[in-house]
């Protein structure tokens, strides 16, 4: 296999971090510039070791632009000079890339140290190995073989980003699983160390900063934790607008708890306060909610001059008494048809009450008659009797300090 060469008189490509090829080490010629023509081709031959390409693909791959006269011919030629460099005129026994059924492959016998071969063998003799002490040392191979995204350079083929990304996958299966394997032992100082040579290489990798944080925490290290923490959310925040993760919240809130004293990044208190569910149809909330709600509407509906609706919904049977089974289903019903920015609250055992938003009144009579009319479609229990009311919202100013929010 290629991972078994490593001493210096055989040919080594490294990769993972930087692209360099060296024999006796020093650069091979012809491939000492990345952007060379045999480069791009050794690069499109690495990313895909196992399945070999067409020469309708190299080409595609080589010369995305055209301007090659006879590509067929330039590929035969290129592929040509990059045997040559790699074998350095040591004959067809060391050949590197062998021509199957007219496909170009990479020679994964030939005496060559590649270092994503050899990462790619630890992981697997890794997962396979029977003892802890066998595993934590083979991944830790592994993991300090990798130096960086696979053949980071501007030559960037579906082939090599495909291979990037797997090869990323990997390395980053390697850290969860030399995490495991480290917390097993409450090895919590491994896993720091671990993280932060990590972060090194990809300084937002957020589920690394999650085993960083919380290994620091079980150190007994909450300060160092919660610079960790403020370091990643400021990142998801100001660069790609997200709030943590639920798994970074709940780092936060064991840090608060440790501290004592830590005030809530707004990214946390937003993630506290947003739905854990969001839905198309209406927001449901608690009576005392709603009430707030109404407060705020009205305040809102009298600065800003646009008209919000109160409506009743009312479900009973002939003798007046509450059915819950319809209520809840009437509430369901109600959800999904009124649009996002409605309210909807349970009053009674026989009322929901209903903030309307960006809706003229005709509109709001139509869809609260569409509602009852899509109930009674729908509900098979005991007879009842729906109703419904509709106003405008009172747009004034509570008049008694008991009724101001």
């Known amino acids: 296999m290629a991972s078994a060469f490593t001493g210096r008189s055989c040919l080594t490509i490294r990769t993972l971090g930087a692209f360099s090829v060296q024999q006796e080490g020093q650069a091979v010629p012809g491939l000492a510039s990345l952007n060379s023509a045999a480069s791009r081709l050794l690069m499109c031959l690495l990313s895909r070791r196992q399945e070999p390409f067409s020469v309708d693909e190299l080409v595609a791959l080589l010369w995305p632009k055209g ?103 990997l390395y980053h299966r390697v850290i969860g699983r030399l995490a495991r394997l480290y917390a097993a032992r409450d090895d919590y100082a491994a896993i720091v160390q671990m993280c932060e040579s990590a972060l090194t290489l990809e300084g937002t990798a957020e589920f690394v900063y999650e085993l960083y944080i919380d290994a620091l925490l079980r150190l007994g290290q909450p300060a160092a934790a919660l610079e960790r923490y403020q370091t990643i959310t400021q990142y998801l925040s100001d660069a790609l607008g997200l709030c943590p993760s639920p798994q970074l919240h709940a780092l936060y809130w064991r840090i608060y708890q440790a501290l004592g004293h830590a005030p809530a990044p707004l990214a946390a208190v937003r993630a506290s306060l947003a739905e854990a569910e969001p839905s198309p149809g209406a927001l449901l909330c608690s009576l005392e909610a709603f009430r707030g709600l109404y407060q705020f509407a009205s305040r809102l509906t009298l600065r800003s001059g646009q008209v919000a609706f109160l409506a009743s919904l009312n479900v009973h049977d002939a003798g007046g008494q509450a059915q819950v089974p319809a209520l809840q289903l009437l509430t369901h019903v109600a959800l999904q048809q009124l649009p996002g920015d409605c309210v909807v609250s349970m009053y009674n055992q026989t009322q929901l009450l209903l903030l309307l938003f960006s809706l003229p009144y005709e509109d709001c009579g139509r869809l609260l008659a569409s509602i009852e009319q899509s109930f009674y479609a729908r509900y098979d229990g005991a007879p009842v009797s729906l109703s419904h009311e509709l106003a405008v919202l009172d747009a004034y100013p509570p008049t008694h300090k008991e009724d101001a929010c």
């Open 67 to 169: 301007g090659v006269k006879d590509p067929a011919k330039a590929l035969v030629a290129l592929v040509y000079r990059l045997r040559q460099a790699l074998s350095a005129g040591k004959g067809r026994g060391t050949d590197y890339i062998l021509l199957k059924q007219h496909r170009y492959v990479w020679n994964s016998q030939a005496p060559c140290f590649l270092d994503v071969a050899s990462f790619e063998s630890l992981c697997q003799q890794a997962q396979e190995a029977d003892g802890e002490d066998e595993q934590i040392s083979l991944y830790q191979q592994a993991f300090s073989l990798y130096q960086g995204d696979f053949l980071p350079q501007k030559f960037q083929p579906s082939c090599v980003m495909a291979a990037a990304s797997h090869e990323k996958r």
